[in-house]
């Protein structure tokens, strides 16, 4: 049976604050009678564990999944940064688009191991090979200021680093989080440190940090006199050992390649204690983690174990007054001592746990993906209490709206829904990622509302609130407005709802450079988020371009249509490195965001919205030869790069590579890590040797060696090996083997000059233990190092010639870095033997 309740309201006015994080997933989720015991256990735990690193993907998920099921502690894992400089093993997206990917990537690996996520403001700026480089880059006392703040709203009893302080953990960012860490340590009790937060938080003192040691490949810092910990139970209710636990959230980070095999049976983690009370055997020594710890705590913990004892996984409703008498008393002890207090955490606890066992479901989905400020929405409402138990629904509001009173007692199984249009406010945000709505010019992430440092995603501005009772006692369920849809393969899911503006102008390419001042084309796409849109575009000029809107006026007509407008420019500028912003004007009103999705079906879907401009350069280019051939890696966009500036560009598949005439293609290129993630691409080896000696040129992008990437077979004509060696300082100075050699002087003349402007690194993965055959072309490294020649090899092949390079021509050409530009029509264009 269902009940319809219709109802049609005034516009909203004030915005309820809510944080929803990956609410498409939540909203599906299940709860069983196992997970709900296993919510009641850790009830009755008192206690919390940080974890800290430095990315994604480096928390030990087999520790995180232990101490949060096993030992029931509240765990956190504080990532300081969101691996927004890391590669990327499954598209093209780098920078900020790869940060929320892998913000994604480690909620979704939360869910499953159990612990909570947070991060700081610190940007992932790529590789860095100490410490003393990252803070360069990092302002220290920023990202000092926000590990304090979390470890005094988490109050954690006992904090774990992943990495050391003295540098084994390799990575530059990886000494930085322990070194923050351990100095967080102290300051966080430190009342003169920080005082700015102690508006919102006290100050805490943890009970002790220790360093997880680890062995990972040839680096070993455990030792048999550590502490140690087995993190390899089964836990009967999870039907899982904490080792196939682990493999699952470890799978989650997708863009990473770090799909995991499971672990079964014993499983030592070994412990070095930094800082703090001393340690004989346990890591957790000295903790209280019960309820005795809390005043009246003695009380809870005994109401807490009746409740366990007398659960019925097949009434859990039998539960429910047991639960609402200890609920009452939590509540109570909550509002003397404050939200910031363990009484109230565990609260919120209990009344899931509460709701669950009453089988309460309620969810707010909108009628489409998109809202728009100033405009109307549908939303749909429904509530059902799927246990036999008396539950009297009295309202539902939607965005804070005044109440729809129901007044109406639950009949078991019965579903209530409620369905009203609001007008979505003028002044409510979009919901694009709160710490990129202002652009960051440094290594640290702008956020505008402190109470957002730390949150791993971005509030959910519309919700709905269904308020009840069960016997004496009242409650709110809030629950974000969500996008539900029912797709022929993957069944029902959920889509975040999306508050965008009404029209966005995207750049097709974000990117035009040039080698002359003939006039060109670039292209915006319009589209309309709303019915009826009439618009103009406009673009700001200067007075070193000449630009010409190609119709610029537009009529959309429906919500979704979109247009391409062409805009043509004549860069007179011969040294001119810029950017052409545009914008729509409707009504004496300015639109100027452009939109980028990042859509993959293992994360929700998200946006990014930027300023619509689209770089332009202009630099001395000359080309010679003109067909292309690509062969796609891991994803970048080096091809649409080489398109731009007037290649034709073929993109080749296995069969294509095995069956047709390479001979047409005046060079083939192969992109980044295709030998690692193209498992057939060595079947063609022999192809592409004989298209090199016969006159081809070949040139490979970087790929690695590793487990990650392992190299099967050889990928030249003569041997080499792909080291680790990078160079992370994208100023390093780069010096020639020979200024005479014809990859530096044909078609372009290549100088130190053409290195000004590189972005994040020069080069990884570059080649070493080279046959003889091979030249090699730059020299260079970082501050202390010893000097690296592998960036770029060349050798002739027969009538052709075969190049490897790690010169990070991904990241440069997207860039507009011209002098990646000029190179890499050398290493496209050199004369070939007659």
């Known amino acids: 049976m269902t009940i319809s309740v219709k109802t049609f309201c005034k516009p909203l006015s004030l915005l309820m604050l809510f944080f929803s994080f990956s609410m498409s997933f939540a909203q599906s989720s299940s709860v069983s009678s196992a997970d709900i015991l296993q919510s009641l256990q850790k009830l009755n735990v008192v206690s919390t564990v940080l974890f800290v690193a430095a990315h994604p993907d480096d928390e030990n998920t087999r520790l995180l999944a232990y101490l949060a099921k096993e030992k029931k502690f509240r765990t956190a ?37 159990g612990a909570e996520q947070y991060f700081t403001r610190a940007v992932d700026f790529g590789y860095s090979k100490n410490p003393t480089e990252t803070f360069t880059h990092w302002d220290k006392k920023t990202i000092l200021g926000d590990v304090v703040l979390m470890i005094r709203r988490l109050k954690p009893d006992v904090i774990i680093c992943r990495f050391p302080t003295t540098g084994e953990g390799g990575h530059g960012h990886h000494t930085a989080s322990a070194m923050l860490a351990l100095e967080a340590f102290s300051l966080a009790a430190d009342s003169t440190a920080f005082t700015d937060q102690l508006r919102e938080v ?33 836990n009967v209710l999870e039907g899982n050992s904490y080792g196939e636990i682990a493999a699952a959230s470890r799978t989650n980070h997708k863009s990473q390649g770090f799909g995991s095999a499971a672990q ?23 903790v209280n983690a019960s309820w005795s710890r809390l005043p009246k705590g003695n009380a809870i913990t005994s109401k807490i174990d009746k409740i366990i004892k007398a659960f019925d996984p097949l009434r859990p409703e039998r539960s429910v007054p047991a639960l609402l008498d200890l609920h009452k008393s939590l509540k109570a002890l909550a509002l003397v001592h404050g939200k910031s207090s363990y009484y109230y955490h565990k609260q919120l606890e209990l009344e899931q746990i509460i709701f669950n066992c009453s089988g309460i479901w309620a969810e707010c989905t909108a009628k489409e993906v998109l809202a728009i400020p100033g405009e109307t929405v549908q939303l749909n409402a429904q509530f059902i209490v799927r246990n036999p138990l008396s539950v009297l629904l009295k309202s539902v509001s939607f965005h804070n709206l005044a109440d729809t009173t129901v007044d109406t007692f639950m009949r078991h199984n019965m579903l209530m829904k409620c369905a009203r249009k609001i007008t979505v406010p003028d002044n409510m945000p979009f919901t694009d990622p709160y710490w990129l709505k202002v652009p960051h010019e440094q290594a640290i992430h702008t956020v505008n509302l402190p109470r957002m440092i730390g949150l791993p995603q971005t509030d959910c501005p519309l919700n709905a609130t269904f308020k009840f009772s069960i016997g004496n006692s009242e409650f709110s369920v809030v629950k974000p407005v969500a996008f539900k849809l029912t797709d022929p393969v993957l069944g029902e899911y959920y889509k975040p709802l999306e508050i965008l503006p009404p029209v966005t102008v995207t750049p097709v390419r974000p990117v035009m450079v040039t080698g002359s001042d003939q006039e060109k084309s670039i292209f915006f796409l319009v589209k309309t988020n709303v019915d009826n849109f009439e618009g103009t575009l406009n673009v700001k000029m200067t007075s070193k371009l000449d630009v010409r809107v190609i119709s610029p006026s537009f009529t959309l007509l429906k919500k979704g ?31 100027g965001y452009a939109i980028q999705r990042v859509a993959y079906d293992h994360i929700p879907h998200r946006f990014i919205l930027k300023e619509a401009d689209v770089k332009l350069v202009r630099t001395d280019m000359q080309m010679a030869g003109k067909k292309l051939a690509y062969i796609e890696g891991a994803g970048d966009d080096v091809a ?124 990884i993965y570059s080649a070493t233990e080279l046959d003889s055959a091979y030249q090699t072309v730059f020299a260079m490294n970082d501050p202390g190092e010893k000097v690296d020649k592998g960036s770029l090899i060349m050798a002739n092949y027969g009538k052709g010639y075969f190049v490897y390079t790690g010169l990070a021509f991904f990241r440069q050409l997207p860039a507009g870095v011209p002098g990646a530009y000029r190179l890499m029509i050398n290493l496209l264009s050199q004369p070939l033997k007659p």
């Open 202 to 234: 006290k100050v805490w003192q943890a009970k002790r940090i220790l360093w997880n040691t680890f062995n990972f490949g040839t680096t070993n810092t455990t030792a048999p006199d550590q502490f140690k910990l087995d993190v390899g139970a089964y």
């Open 640 to 763: 649409e790069c080489l398109s731009d500036i007037g290649y034709s560009v073929t993109s080749l598949s296995n069969d294509q590579l095995m069956n047709d005439d390479l001979s047409v293609y005046d060079a083939i290129v192969v992109g980044i890590r295709a030998f690692n993630t193209n498992e057939k691409l060595y079947l063609t080896h022999d192809r592409l040797m004989n298209y090199v000696k016969n006159g081809g040129r070949l040139i490979v992008q970087y790929n690695t060696n590793s487990r990650v990437g392992p190299l099967n077979a050889g990928i030249g004509p003569y041997k080499f090996t792909i080291s680790r060696n990078r160079v992370t300082d994208e100023k390093a100075v780069v010096s020639f083997v020979s200024d005479s050699l014809k990859v530096l002087n044909f078609p372009n003349k290549i100088g130190t000059s053409d290195f000004n402007q590189w972005v994040q690194e020069r080069g």
């Open 264 to 286: 079964r049976g014993a499983s030592i983690e070994y412990f070095k204690l930094m800082k703090g009370d001393t340690v004989r055997s346990d890591i957790f020594e000295g």
């Open 561 to 591: 249509d979109e247009k391409l407008i062409e805009v043509k420019i004549r860069i007179k500028d011969p040294q001119f490195n810029g950017n052409l912003k545009a914008y729509v004007m409707r009504n004496d009103k300015r639109y």
């Open 77 to 113: 894992y504080l990532s300081l940064t969101r691996g927004d400089g890391g590669q990327n093993l499954i598209g093209s997206e780098q920078g900020d688009m790869l940060g929320v990917i892998r913000t994604e990537e480690l909620l979704a690996a939360r869910r499953t191991d």
